[in-house]
């Protein structure tokens, strides 16, 4: 095994930053009742003081395993949760990390997934979660709004009392498109008793800069074999906003 191939030239080792580990644990991943290691590991640090990267690579040994993925962020997350659960309800746990980006308001928490395949690889698992919903808000009379999912047509009427009203920069509001953040919350239920969980989300919606939060969307995710799909909306008024119908 010594020297296999003399008189080529000696490839160039590229050091990295070595990765910091975050989080280490034995769980038996993949269900066959053996245990495997899993590591995550930390990149590219913000500093020494707080643990903020942007890298995280999932490394999973032992029981036949050795595969790493990793994910890689445009600014600084935080790692801020970790769960090792079976989220698709094939019998191999995902690995869940919840990330924060920091950010004003409600703040903004990035989901990352990793899943165990069949054949003894690790991936990345990505969420569909790039369409922000398109709401349009039409005023309906007095301080009452009418807010329809243009995908799906379903409506509701939200009532904003006259403090509110104020701060969201009525009556300019009207056929105007809701802003949503990116999303401050991210949990796993099994919302429908299907035994397998959703993945759901919260996400604050307002209409101008500085004015008070309208409503959290809160979108449900299904995993449909392939990919994580939304489903659904559901509005969780602010205080001073009423669904009325
Ligand atoms: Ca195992
Ligand atoms: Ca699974």
């Known amino acids: 095994m010594n020297n296999p ?27 066959d009742g053996k245990a495997e290691t899993i590591s995550l590991l930390g990149f590219d640090k913000q500093d020494s003081n707080q643990l903020a990267v942007k890298k995280i690579k999932v490394r999973i040994e032992g029981d036949g395993w050795n595969q790493e993925a990793e994910s890689v962020y445009d600014s600084h997350v ?13 019998g191999r746990k995902e690995i869940a990390l919840k990330m924060d980006r920091g950010g004003t308001g409600k703040g903004n928490v990035e989901l990352t997934l990793f899943t165990l395949l069949q054949d003894k690889k690790l991936e990345e698992m990505k969420i569909d979660n790039n369409r922000a919903p398109e709401f349009k808000l039409r005023l309906v009379n007095g301080n009452k709004y009418e807010l329809t999912d243009p995908l799906t047509g379903r409506y509701w009427i939200l009532q904003t009392d006259e403090e509110h009203t104020a701060a969201t920069g009525n009556p300019n509001m009207s056929g105007q498109k809701p802003q949503a953040d990116p999303a401050h919350e991210w949990n796993w239920t099994d919302a429908d008793n299907d035994g397998k969980m959703e993945l759901v989300s919260k996400q604050a919606v307002w209409m101008a800069a500085h004015a008070n939060i309208l409503f959290d969307v809160q979108t449900t995710y299904k995993w449909d074999g392939t990919t994580w799909k939304p489903q659904g909306y559901t509005i969780l008024p602010s205080q001073g906003v009423k669904i009325v119908n």
């Open 78 to 90: 935080k790692p801020i949760d970790l769960a090792i659960v079976d989220l698709t309800a094939d």
């Open 5 to 31: 191939t003399p008189n080529t030239t000696t490839p160039t080792v590229v050091t990295q930053t070595e990765g910091e580990t975050i989080y280490m644990a034995k769980q038996d991943l993949d269900g």
